[in-house]
């Protein structure tokens, strides 16, 4: 099986199309995630594009199209953000544990990383372009393909809002901590949308066309979609539910790793936190009695960057015996999380982000 060069410990979840996360110890050394540490998340072929007749076209709903190679793009100014990227499915583990989620990935945690992103702003190869009265969403496509349920193929893609696409952090990114793209992260071209679910940064991009609807891609109109908990794969109405965005605020621990068992005394606990939509993470709470009571944790490196994650420590003096330790997080809209994955079920398993825990031994 092709690993891409990930590391041993990643967790891989399948092989075709490779799906892998990060172990979370590991995820929590570094502020920035590795090439060789970070999730990948593919629903189909990972294609290899020879980067000299590239061509990305840019039209729709656009005063004048274009078609830009590597080297064009490289001549507009280059833009560097340090964003996370998260999976709308990370934790969806969580929700398994309520109700099954036949089909999908069982993601644990991992499924996230932050990465210093540079290329060409968005904003600068829309305003090339021109932007149509009429625009409303950016619809992007990749050059993947995917194979329906009926063995028909397809490309993958997505959309933003034209004000999203409009905005300053929004890059068509070729480097990714100061390297070229890895070809499982996008090669040669991807876009990322900072403070968006993972879903609408298409890799191995194709084409920007400005339109008055959202994308009609499978992935925009059927996946990424937040249902009622009522609904079921049987009831569902695709047009019903809310296609994903901005992602909401969530806080994992990463240390001590769950099942662990420690000698009394200090017991520092570590992990990320993170805001969407460029919220800060404003507090981030950690408890050792299952939620009756709180300590502040510290808030270290990000928290005073928009658009990448948060690392945060706390320091607990906990007793012998067995000890529920959960985190939960304020964003600067002081959104919060839900205490229970049970009050955000939903039939597809995203955007779980209740309060997240680990279950500790003292001996
Ligand atoms: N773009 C294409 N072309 N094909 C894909 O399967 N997966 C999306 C997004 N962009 C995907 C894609 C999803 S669901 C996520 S979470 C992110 O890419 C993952 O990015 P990564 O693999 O670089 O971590």
Redesign the pocket.
């Known amino acids: 099986m092709e690993r891409f060069d990930k590391q041993p410990a990643m967790i891989v979840h399948d092989g075709q ?1 490779f799906n892998a996360e990060s172990p979370l110890g590991q995820l929590r050394q570094n502020f920035l995630t590795s090439k060789d540490l ?7 072929s990972i294609p290899e594009v020879n980067p000299d007749g590239y061509r990305l076209t840019v039209d729709g709903l656009v005063d004048s199209p274009l078609e830009l190679s590597m080297e064009d793009l490289r001549g507009f100014p280059k833009k560097e953000v340090t964003a996370v ?5 990370n934790r969806r583990d969580g929700l398994i544990q309520v109700a099954p989620i036949p089909g999908e990935t069982p993601w644990g945690a991992g ?1 996230i ?1 932050n990465a210093r992103w540079a290329g060409v702003s968005l904003r600068e190869v829309l305003l090339a372009t021109g932007v149509g009265d009429e625009a409303r969403h950016a619809a992007f496509s ?3 393909e ?1 194979e329906g349920a009926d063995g028909e193929s397809f ?2 893609g997505g959309s933003i809002p034209v004000e999203k696409a409009l905005g300053p952090e929004v890059l068509l990114a070729y480097e990714m901590n100061g390297e070229i793209l890895p070809l ?3 090669f040669p071209l ?1 876009v990322v949308a900072p403070g968006y ?3 609408r ?4 991009l194709s084409g920007i066309t400005l339109q008055e609807a959202p994308s009609d891609n499978y992935f925009q109109t059927h996946e ?1 979609k937040l249902f009622a908990p009522g609904v079921s794969a049987e009831t569902v109405e695709f047009f019903e539910g809310l296609m994903l965005g901005e992602m909401q605020v969530n806080a994992v621990i990463c240390e001590p790793a769950d099942g662990a068992s420690l000698d009394a005394g200090p017991v520092y606990v570590r992990g990320y936190a993170v805001a969407g939509g460029g919220r800060r993470v404003e507090r981030v709470d950690v408890s050792s009695d299952g939620g009756r009571s709180w300590v502040q944790a510290d808030l270290l490196e990000g928290a005073d960057e928009p658009w990448a994650w948060s690392f945060w420590e706390a320091n607990l003096d906990l007793p012998p015996g067995e000890h529920r330790v959960v985190v939960r997080a304020l964003d600067s809209s002081a959104g919060t999380q839900p205490a229970t994955a049970a009050e955000v079920w939903n039939f597809k398993g995203y955007a779980n982000n209740s309060w997240h825990g680990v279950r500790v031994m003292v001996r």
Do not use: I, T
Not at 38 to 44: A, E, L
């Open positions: 199309p970070f999730f990948s998340r593919n629903h189909g990227m998260q999976c709308a499915g499924a990383g990749g050059l993947d995917v490309d993958y499982e992260h996008g991807r679910y993972g879903a940064s298409v890799k191995w990424y």
